[in-house]
């Protein structure tokens, strides 16, 4: 809110390079290597994530313990970068890929999908769930607390490397992004997200979690979290640049948009169903049972 309100006592526009510099997406180097703002993102999204999953199956009734937990970390970074590889892959840029094939693993080229992701982790809780013999729905109930934080890591990242701006707007906090091929202000449609995926999801599940009995309920954290992240990518797809490979679908949506409408159905399903699921929880950690 501070940055919004001091941009809209701006008297002109403000340029993403005046705002962030050139080069905004290296953090610094060692010895020469450039260490870019988007992997301190990712691995702060992870070991924050997990010091704060380590919190939540300290309580009573958790699905998992801490062994489980050490395990799921290393499962999930495979599952991110990889989902979120390949889902950029199929779902945004098959065609180009298609004529070279080896820019598939050329990672620092940037080119991952969110969605691609979700689907990474997710084969990545069902192998851990299935090889320990543990609960796949609350498993993901608790993954799904963590999520906002990478989420929130890893929008800001987008913001400060100047990529996936807004659509053209005259809204008095827009800024220009000279690498968007023009320089008429636009959206800063990445802080929205932040807000939205990252800090919104964040609160409302940390109220659901430790306020309420949601945590009992077999697969409703993990719907919710799915319906606040769909209605937000939903929204917020308006405002953003459609991907400039794909544009805006023939039957009007983004890609972004029609990736997420399963998500929004899955997580209402959930969230509706969840009440039938609620039974006895014996803890795989802590020394209580819930009934």
Not at 132 to 152: H, Q, T
Not at 166 to 187: E, K, L, N, Q, Y
Request: aromatic residues 16%; proline residues 5%; glycine residues 10%.
């Amino acid at each position: 809110m501070f940055l919004f309100a001091t941009l809209a006592e701006a008297t002109q526009y403000v340029n993403f390079h005046d705002l962030m510099g050139e080069n905004s997406e290296i953090a610094f180097s060692v010895f020469g290597l450039p260490i870019r703002w988007y992997a301190l993102a990712y691995l702060a999204g992870i070991f924050v994530g997990y010091w704060y999953l380590l919190k939540l199956i300290a309580q009573p009734g958790a699905p998992m313990a801490r062994r489980h937990a050490d395990d799921m970390i290393f499962y999930a970074m495979l599952g991110i970068i990889i989902g979120g590889r390949l889902g950029y892959v199929l779902f945004y840029n098959l065609g180009e890929y298609i004529k070279e094939p080896l820019g598939v693993f050329r990672l620092w080229d940037g080119g991952m999908s969110l969605h691609g992701g979700v689907i990474g982790v997710l084969v990545a809780i069902w192998y851990v769930t299935r090889k320990e013999k543990l609960n796949f729905l609350r498993f993901c109930d608790y993954i799904a607390c963590v999520i906002p934080f990478g989420l929130f890591f890893g929008r800001m990242a987008n913001f400060v490397n100047g990529e996936l701006w807004g659509r053209t707007t005259d809204v008095p906090w827009a800024i220009i992004f000279p690498d968007s091929g023009t320089m008429d202000p636009r959206h800063p449609s990445q802080l929205y997200e932040a807000g939205l995926e990252g800090l919104l999801m964040m609160a409302i599940l940390t109220f659901l979690f430790w306020r309420t009995d949601a945590r009992y309920k077999p697969g409703f954290l993990f719907g919710m979290a799915a319906i606040i992240y769909g209605l937000s990518r939903f929204a917020v797809e308006f405002v953003r640049e459609p991907d400039v490979q794909l544009g805006t679908l023939s039957w009007g949506l983004t890609m972004g948009q029609t990736l997420t409408i399963p998500m929004l159905v899955v997580g209402i399903w959930l969230v509706a169903t969840a009440k039938g699921r609620r039974q006895r929880i014996e803890p795989v950690a802590g020394p209580d049972s819930v009934a």
